[in-house]
């Protein structure tokens, strides 16, 4: 069974910055895919960015060019850096993990609130 926590979120003010990080209890290369998913209240969740099997990357267009994407497969840990946060980035930020084969299964960490405010 994968197990997903997410660590990092917390209050900053507008134009601050935080590192979320998603530490998975196996080998990260064992997924096909890994993204950081968004839902602020009253909204639906949202892909904020993700890395699928091969490097490649996609962000929402709300965030390029201010969040980074990246991860560490020695530690099985992906990270989020979120640089000019804005309030509209609040939300509670989840960690998501694909194991695809003839089916796919998701697997979701149970969030962390970041919360962008003066």
């Known amino acids: 069974q994968v197990q997903l926590v997410e660590s990092g979120g917390g209050l900053v003010q507008p134009g601050g910055s935080l590192r979320l990080s998603c530490a998975a209890s196996?080998?990260?290369?064992?997924?096909?895919?890994m993204g950081w998913y968004r839902q602020a209240p009253g909204k639906e969740r949202e892909l904020v960015a993700g890395?699928?099997?091969?490097?490649?990357?996609n962000y929402a267009d709300s965030v390029k060019g201010r969040f980074t994407i990246s991860r560490d497969n020695g530690k099985n840990t992906l990270y989020l850096q979120m640089n000019s946060l804005k309030p509209e980035d609040t939300a509670v930020y989840y960690c998501?993990?694909?194991?695809?084969?003839?089916?796919?299964?998701?697997?979701w960490g149970p969030g962390t609130q970041v919360t962008v405010s003066s």
């Open positions: 998501s993990a694909r194991v695809a084969g003839i089916y796919y299964y998701d697997y």
């Open positions: 890395f699928t099997r091969g490097e490649s990357t």
């Open positions: 196996g080998s990260i290369l064992n997924f096909n895919a």
